[in-house]
DNA sequence: CAATTTTAATTCGATCTCGAACTTGATAAT
DNA sequence: ATTATCAAGTTCGAGATCGAATTAAAATTG
């Protein structure tokens, strides 16, 4: 019978743990996943990070820097460097100087970028349709607001 | 209004897409963090895949072979080669030929794996703890089943 | 009981990840 | 104004990821 005078309900601490690993354990495996059936539905080598990268551009728009975009998905500035690199590289985006701010530069997608990702969506749609057909689109939709809750948190809680 | 004669509520395709998307980006993104977290609190270079196998091994029991360890992270057979490499490196765990199949071996965890074990749990719990103030642990074991299922069905649907 | 096919594991190589150090440009302090 | 500090991006290097090819040992087949 919990104290009233208990501060919290005090987790037994072995339980919490087990809970987070679980839980990190869970979505590890289903982020494996996810990026193994994008990656093998693209028939050139698009990597997942780089899709990302575009299909952000195209939702929410591009002239973004290359910093604002790590940011934007949590990553080192290193590895989004390096993701940058090879959608310049296949010239799926472009990069312009800053106006005003000389260290930094402003990221556009180019006709081809978009063109690319339409294609990639169309790569896996049929895969994406399968799973459709196998899960129920609202228990998915219910997940979402647990894992932007969850990802603020970890967010707001790194050093 | 939609048409009663429609043969199933007609996904627009647009939509779905987006959710799958938008789903899988925000478990790269909390497994990108989380993994981070993890890794910054072991002092030693204790990787997030290597200890979620003494993990395994611990609660689940050792003996099992280098593919059933792979098949229960659902990672390809290579990196649990290097990532039991690493182990057995560092005296971690130690592998046995399998007693009636020459091509297989078993992974056994060593006491002073147990003992690292122990110790990057311990070395994560005040982050976990810190975590934990700030989030409802009901909130996070509501998210379980339904990742839990999600996992399935991609596993399921894999080629 | 050979020949074939499967299966467990490793090796290899190309690519990705990312912390740390570095370069260069902006901002602040005195 | 000069100096110190800070911020954006790149480079570098060590390690991780993982598909494909390889080796060796079952299991199967005819």
Redesign the interface.
Known sequence: MPDATDPVPT?P?ET??R????????????????????E?SQSDGLS?PQF?VL?HLVRLGDGKSPLDLARA???PKASMTNTLAGLEARGLIETRPHPSDGRSKLVHITDSGRARREAA?AA??P??????A??D?A??????P??????R???????
């Open positions: 987790a601490p919490l743990g809970l987070w690993f679980e839980l990190f354990n869970e979505i590890g495996i289903i982020n494996q996943l996810s990026r193994a059936l994008f093998a997942q990302s299909n998905f949590q990553t969506i896996v749609g895969d994406l349709a399968r799973l459709g196998l899960t689109p228990a998915l939709e219910r997940l979402l647990g894992l932007a809750a969850l990802r948190t970890l967010d707001a809680n790194r050093r």
